[in-house]
């Protein structure tokens, strides 16, 4: 099974071409039916999520799902979606003073009339803190000597920058 998902990602990982595909892209296509299904909401209005609301928002809000009204026979007229937002407490006044606002840049994004509303759900939403790496160790005398014989032939300043912090990093990661 792991075998044949490996070689099914692999195959995927090129386009018709032969070119690499980007991995997000590649998880994109595997999640965005698994997001639709079970909370009707896209992949992408989740990654464009502080592009449509905004930097002041993103941060203390998050899309949830879109809950669409139950229609009771296929005649009844199309209604749009209820776009459910989890919140943090301070940030649901904003929220609600901008629900308007959202609700046509959603739809915009969407290219349809899909959210008629927004319903806040007051949750936690921030992420947890990122830890800081831990620190470098500083390279020995011959380790910097090494690395700069290395690079030594690049003629591109910023090239050779670039590839002293790298090989800086690599070193100092080595016991």
Do not use: Y
Not at 22 to 50: F, H, N, Y
Not at 51 to 60: F, K, P, Y
Not at 66 to 87: M, T
Not at 134 to 156: K, V
């Amino acid at each position: 099974m792991v075998a044949g998902l490996n070689r099914a990602l692999v195959m995927a990982g090129n386009d018709q071409r032969g070119n690499p595909v980007a991995v997000s892209d590649l998880a994109t296509g595997i999640l965005d039916p698994v997001m639709r299904k079970r909370a009707g909401i896209s992949v992408e209005l989740v990654q464009c999520w502080s592009e449509i609301v905004g930097e002041r928002l993103a941060g203390s809000t998050r899309p949830e799902k879109l809950a669409w009204p139950r229609r009771r026979h296929e005649d009844d007229p199309f209604e749009p979606a209820a776009l459910v937002i989890a919140c943090e407490g301070a940030a649901a006044l904003r929220l609600q003073h901008e629900t308007a606002e959202i609700i046509s840049r959603v739809n915009a994004f969407l290219g349809f009339v899909a959210v008629g509303r927004i319903k806040i759900v007051q949750k936690p939403v921030a992420a947890p803190p990122r830890r800081k790496p831990p620190a470098q160790r500083p390279l020995t005398g011959g380790e910097q000597e090494r690395l700069a014989r290395l690079i030594e032939r690049i003629d591109d300043e910023k090239l050779r920058d670039s590839l002293r912090k790298l090989g800086t990093s690599i070193l100092s990661e080595r016991k």
